[in-house]
């Protein structure tokens, strides 16, 4: 599907049907989305649905009394003050075109967390790796199929914070660490 502007999106939209003025992101974001590659808009089962491949890496740290740490989500705060807590046990991002899944990571690592270096290492979790079609929850009325690579990482004690803020220009994502 070519968009070549937002107009064209817009136009999309109106022919689903689909109000952007009840999402939690704006008709710009998802335009962005899809001309950075960070999804594919199809129409499936006469439905606009949104195709997104990424992955999502469960953070653990093990103190110095051999107590074990799982990194959680705690929220995410909007530019326009709402907040979201979805309870993620793990850091997500979205691959980008030509990307591996390892890589995208360890990018992944850098963006949310401020981490990297030779000694971060991501261990694929074949087992766990899934494909979920879900209701948008950025972009209602849209589905979303989620193909979704999982890895584990060690957080090394150099690389350690109590807690990890993103910064992003729509938002602020919190991150702290849940004792397992």
């Known amino acids: 599907m070519n968009l070549y502007e937002i107009k064209d999106l817009d136009k999309l939209l109106f022919h689903f049907q689909i109000n952007p003025d009840y999402w939690i992101k704006s008709v710009s974001s998802l335009y962005d989305e899809v001309k950075n590659g960070d999804c594919i808009l ?44 979805r309870g993620h046990k793990f850091v997500a991002e979205k691959l980008r075109s030509g990307e591996s899944p390892e890589q995208g990571a360890l990018r992944g690592l850098v963006e949310e967390l401020q981490i990297s270096g030779p000694d971060v290492h991501v261990i694929p979790l074949f087992e766990e790796n899934k494909c979920d079609i879900v209701d948008s929850p950025d972009y209602k009325g849209i589905q979303t199929c989620y193909n979704t690579y999982v890895f584990s990482c060690e957080i090394l004690d150099s690389y350690y914070k109590n807690s990890y803020v993103e910064v992003q220009a729509d938002k602020q994502t919190y991150f702290s660490w849940a004792k397992i």
């Open 42 to 85: 199809v129409i499936e089962e006469g439905r606009l649905r949104s195709l997104v491949t990424g992955v999502v890496i469960k953070c653990f740290h093990t103190n110095s009394q051999g107590e074990r740490y799982q990194l959680v989500e705690d929220k995410q705060v909007f530019k326009d003050g709402q907040t979201r807590k």
